[in-house]
């Protein structure tokens, strides 16, 4: 069974800070691994999609790096900022189109 | 296009009543799944449809039931809630050819209590 795990829970951070944020997935038989941004009281925002055959995607100050043979994927957001206090989601997917998500890394971006 | 349509976005039930929760895309998407979020237990697969007319259970599939007559709507029905159905619900959906550049898009949610 496929268990995907983000550690710490929480994080905080100063506003103009580099952080990165993990992912860890115990099967490696997957399509893609998705990037969410949950804000409070909200839906899911995919922020980034890497496909298996992928090393990495970028989107603006967002960069997912993926290791399939390590199970593990990190978000890398630079110059961090108020507005990108949420909590981002890590998932997995797999046959089906079923996706595993992690719990969840709340970041707080201090100002 | 309105994506993934959710409704309603709140409900209150008693114990031992019944429910839709209505889930639409407008994307032509084949793939539409629920999952529910509940704090410290992550966002659970409840039941997805792989087109319509084809639906399979997810993870914690019991004490609900779903049908996909159209490629645009996926009710999720709760035939006799119990309190361990307190729980935010979204519903999903993507296309369902090359699943490796699936993007999968999320509706708001519904915020559902049973008493």
């Known amino acids: 069974k496929q268990e995907v795990t983000q550690i710490p829970a929480a994080l905080s951070v100063p506003e103009g800070e580099n952080l990165v944020l993990n992912c860890s997935f115990t099967d490696s038989a997957i399509y893609n691994l998705q990037w969410f941004r949950q804000d409070p009281g909200k839906g899911l925002t995919s922020l980034l999609l890497i496909q298996s055959s992928q090393r990495e995607q970028t989107s603006g100050r967002l960069n997912a790096s993926l290791d399939k043979s390590s199970g593990r994927s990190t978000l890398y957001i630079a110059a961090s900022q108020p507005g990108d206090s949420a909590t981002y989601l890590c998932?997995?997917?797999?046959?089906?189109?079923?996706?595993?998500f992690g719990k969840g890394i709340t970041l707080s971006v201090r100002p | 296009n309105a994506g993934v349509t959710q409704t309603p976005k709140f409900q209150v039930l008693k114990t031992g009543q019944s429910m839709t929760l209505q889930c639409a895309q407008d994307m032509n998407h084949e793939y539409m799944s629920w999952y529910r979020q509940d704090p410290g237990m992550g966002l659970r697969l409840i039941h997805y449809s792989v087109g319509a007319g084809i639906t399979d259970q997810g993870e914690v599939p019991n004490g609900y039931n779903v049908s996909r007559s159209t490629t645009e709507d996926f009710p999720l029905r709760l035939l006799s809630a119990a309190p361990s159905q307190t729980s935010v619900y979204f519903c999903?959906?993507?296309?369902?050819?090359?699943?490796?550049?699936?993007?999968?898009?999320f509706g708001a949610g519904t915020r559902l209590s049973v008493l």
């Open positions: 998932a997995v997917c797999g046959a089906n189109s079923k996706l595993t």
């Open positions: 999903a959906s993507s296309y369902d050819r090359g699943v490796a550049k699936n993007i999968q898009y």
